[in-house]
């Protein structure tokens, strides 16, 4: 089965340092992977995804995320964080049900990322 | 810009009642999908539709049941609430396609207290 792993509850980072945020993967076949944000009381919102192609991947807000297929790794980076950038971040993995012919996505625990002045 | 709206941000229900969570998404997407979110459990699926009137179980559908009589309606329905299933409820919605997006896109949130 598909799944991601999230291996850190919780990233602290200083205002204008680079950030990462880990997301390791399992899958069998092609890897699609997505990142998500999700603000203080507010619903999820699409950072970025790696379907094919380039292995470095950009998306909203500055945010880049570097697919690595030996290390079964896609990383959340950004060079400069900044403080609104705190919130909940979640890796996910699209999983395709054979049985019931559909796609769905599988999402890690979330990565909670602290960027302090 | 997709929107996708849930009927409430904030409820509280008593053990016992029949809950329902409604969720509107005006970009004719063909997919729908309800998750909870628990900390430390990330997002879990309970249903999806992936057109009207069908339905398919997801990885926690115990305690739950779903509706979805319009394309751009998607209803959660919790029929005996129990205080495990006081939890944040997401709803999303995306688009199919012959090479799919797999995108997803979601509602704020319904916030939701069983006592």
């Known amino acids: 089965a598909q799944s991601v792993a999230q291996p850190e509850d919780q990233v602290n980072v200083a205002e204008g340092n680079p950030l990462t945020v880990k997301c390791t993967y399992s899958?069998?076949?092609?890897?699609?992977l997505f990142w998500y944000v999700q603000y203080p009381n507010r619903g999820l919102q699409f950072l970025l995804k790696?379907?094919?192609?380039?292995?470095l991947v950009k998306g909203s807000y500055g945010f880049e995320a570097e697919f690595n297929k030996s290390q079964t790794s896609f990383h959340l980076k950004k060079p400069s964080a900044l403080v609104s950038d705190s919130a909940l971040y979640f890796c996910?993995?699209?999983?395709?049900?054979?049985?019931?012919?559909?796609?769905?996505?599988?999402f890690g625990a979330g990565t909670r990322l602290a960027v302090h002045p | 810009d997709v929107k996708v709206t849930q009927s409430s941000r904030y409820l509280v229900k008593r053990t016992g009642e029949k809950v329902f969570l409604e969720c509107v998404q005006d970009?004719?997407?063909?997919?729908m999908f309800w998750y909870r979110q628990d900390p430390g459990l990330g997002l879990r699926l309970i249903y999806f539709?992936?057109?009207?009137?069908?339905?398919e179980k997801g990885d926690i559908p115990e305690g739950y049941s779903v509706s979805r009589e319009k394309k751009e309606r998607f209803s959660l329905i919790l029929e005996s609430a129990s205080t495990n299933q006081t939890s944040m409820y997401l709803c999303?919605?995306?688009?199919?396609?012959?090479?799919?997006?797999?995108?997803?896109?979601f509602g704020p949130g319904t916030r939701l207290t069983v006592t």
């Open positions: 999303a919605s995306s688009p199919e396609g012959q090479y799919p997006n797999y995108e997803q896109y």
């Open positions: 899958v069998s076949g092609n890897p699609y």
């Open positions: 539709s992936y057109d009207v009137k069908m339905k």
């Open positions: 790696y379907i094919t192609g380039d292995n």
């Open positions: 970009m004719d997407h063909e997919n």
């Open positions: 996910a993995v699209r999983d395709w049900v054979i049985s019931g012919g559909y796609n769905k996505l599988i």
